[in-house]
């Protein structure tokens, strides 16, 4: 796009929200007047790194945010505001352990072998009340909501808002739907390329938030809200193409369920890598409430609990719905959408490189036979277990680069041990006369 001073004028521009994302997925921007825009497009926003979740001291020196212009977004909500996402620079270099820097640089390392990572998104979410307690809609309340044209017409408003502004975006979306959750919503668009999904993932969740606000309302991706309702999942469909875009190298018509060999491998990688990934996919202490669920008030968790592969069976960890794609129904709405991405493109491309066999696929109930597989990996219970999983993955922290592993594993041990100082009601109930 080029010189953002010149598309400010052009286009109505008043402000522009230089933005980056944090190791925990937090968005943090700072807002610049349209004036500004061309000099901080060359010089950067600064941030000071400590007061976000980086590891960094105030001692660090500024972070200065460089935006890529190709991310522009216009808020179509405010059209006198533009988003762009960017990226932290720090004493004259990328920042290592930025989020957006590591999905940018492993996209780069794989393009020179000719493979390009493609996405499509599925985040679930809930719209409640303004303070959370509540699904919003008091008339929601079947066991089995999923689909509920009813319900789904009555919060119209706000649903096809959000669809018309994606529209508007011309990120094609072409379905919405009431997810099996009380008040739960689903929006799907196009598929893209691992960086610009990752982009548009980012500015989704500031945007359904933003415009449920507006509505009175409250959105939100968490992992499981609501004790006896489905929870939030972030199901990602993949697929590896040429850097043309011309072909797709999952394709495969006399391959098993259309799947290439490439693609198998690229599962095996998944799988092998499940356990540590879930640090990233599943990344906060009430992950391990969705996906370890017992069952919801609708009959199904629909989330994995075992490290398995199916055909296009739900209650697997991986799905193939039909040829040329796999459905990666681990991650949830906490991830951070660049890590998330980065992590997947890792894992798969090590099983491509090392032709990581995948095992059996298993065309089963997960949930009703599951107890009958022998040696299924079990997922991580907690997130204290997933951590210690991403510790001892040396491949995963090498790739994803030391700086943004290491980092992210301090701060998560933090939240871990912030969350073990807490005493919950359920143990005052339980142990109180102990």
Not at 43 to 66: C, E, K, R, S, Y
Request: charged share 20%; glycine share 8%; with cysteine.
């Amino acid at each position: 796009m080029g010189d953002l001073a010149s598309y400010a004028k052009q286009n109505g521009i008043k402000f522009f929200l230089f933005n980056f994302t944090d190791l925990f997925g937090v968005q943090r921007a700072k807002l610049v007047p349209a004036e500004a825009a061309g000099k901080m497009q060359k010089a950067g926003a600064g941030f000071a790194g400590f007061a976000t979740w980086l590891d960094q001291t105030p001692a660090h020196p500024d972070i200065l945010v460089m935006p890529d212009t190709n991310s522009v977004i216009p808020l179509p909500w405010r059209p006198d505001v533009a988003w762009v996402a960017g990226e932290p620079w720090m004493n004259g270099e990328p920042l290592a352990q930025a989020p957006r820097v590591v999905l940018r640089k492993l996209t780069e390392h794989y393009g020179k072998k000719n493979m390009k990572l493609m996405a499509g998104v599925e985040p679930e979410f809930h719209l409640t009340n303004a303070d959370g307690s509540a699904v919003s809609d008091h008339r929601d309340t079947a066991d089995k909501p999923c689909y509920d044209q009813a319900a789904i017409m009555r919060r119209l408003d706000v649903i096809g808002e959000i669809c018309q502004t994606m529209t508007k975006l011309g990120w094609g979306p072409y379905q919405n739907d009431h997810e099996d959750a009380n008040g739960q919503f689903e929006i799907n668009w196009n598929f893209n390329d691992a960086l610009t999904t990752a982009d548009q993932l980012a500015f989704f969740k500031f945007m359904v938030k933003a415009i449920a606000e507006k509505h009175g309302l409250r959105a939100t991706f968490m992992p499981k809200p609501f004790i006896n309702l489905t929870g939030n999942g972030c199901h990602v469909h993949l697929s590896v193409w040429t850097n043309d875009r011309k072909k797709n190298l999952f394709d495969d018509p006399k391959g098993e369920l259309g799947v290439s060999k490439l693609g198998y491998h690229f599962l095996g990688g998944l799988i092998q890598h499940a356990a540590s990934m879930c640090a990233i996919t599943n990344p906060t202490v009430n992950s391990y409430k969705r996906i370890n669920a017992p069952r919801t008030i609708s009959g199904a968790t629909w989330s994995p609990s075992s490290i398995t592969y199916g055909g296009n069976n739900r209650t697997h960890m991986v799905r193939i719905p039909d040829g040329g794609r796999a459905e990666y129904r681990l991650p949830d709405g906490a991830a951070n959408p660049y890590l998330l991405l980065a992590s997947i493109l890792v894992a798969g491309m090590h099983g491509v490189e090392k032709q990581i066999d995948p095992g059996k696929r298993l065309d089963i109930d997960m949930y009703a036979e599951g107890h009958t597989v022998k040696n299924a990996k079990k997922l991580p219970l907690n997130l204290l277990d997933a951590l210690r999983a991403f510790e001892q993955d040396k491949y995963l922290q090498e790739m994803l680069g030391q700086e943004v592993s290491q980092g992210y594993l301090k701060l998560k041990h933090n939240e871990w041990n912030q969350y073990c100082r807490h005493l919950t009601q359920w143990e005052r109930d339980n142990t109180l006369d102990c």
